[in-house]
């Protein structure tokens, strides 16, 4: 019997073939989270203003009372400074290229994607 070993990174669900495959990922990802020094630093009252702004921006978006199992998709219209204000830490994926942010969020029952563009 063949053993098959798959290194899965828990937040997004990609497996790797080695360790090393995983690890290099998860550096990736660490390295999205360090502050970029060409952006503004915002107020503390600016950040949680925005915050609520968000919360309510999404939670419109999202389908009405489904209980829902796959990824949801959220867009949400935001300054690269606000949107790094609030998302650091979650940041799960980053194009320079496309200027796209990937977070995701993990629900109990339901892993969820917010992706701003
Ligand atoms: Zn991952």
Do not use: W
Request: proline share 3%; aromatic share 12%; net charge positive.
């Amino acid at each position: 019997m063949a053993i098959i070993s798959k290194f899965e990174c828990n937040v997004c669900g990609n497996s790797y073939k080695t360790n090393r495959g995983l690890k290099r990922h998860l550096n990736i990802v660490t390295k999205y989270n360090v502050s970029c020094p060409d952006l503004d630093t915002l107020p503390e009252n600016t950040i949680q203003q925005f915050k609520a702004i968000l919360v309510h921006y999404i939670h419109k978006q999202l389908p009405k009372g489904s209980k829902q199992l796959e990824k949801q998709s959220v867009s949400v219209p935001a300054t690269e400074s606000q949107f790094y204000a609030i998302f650091k830490n979650y940041i799960h994926y980053y194009s320079a290229l496309k200027n796209k942010y990937k977070c995701i969020f993990h629900g109990s029952s339901s892993n969820q994607l917010l992706a701003v563009f």
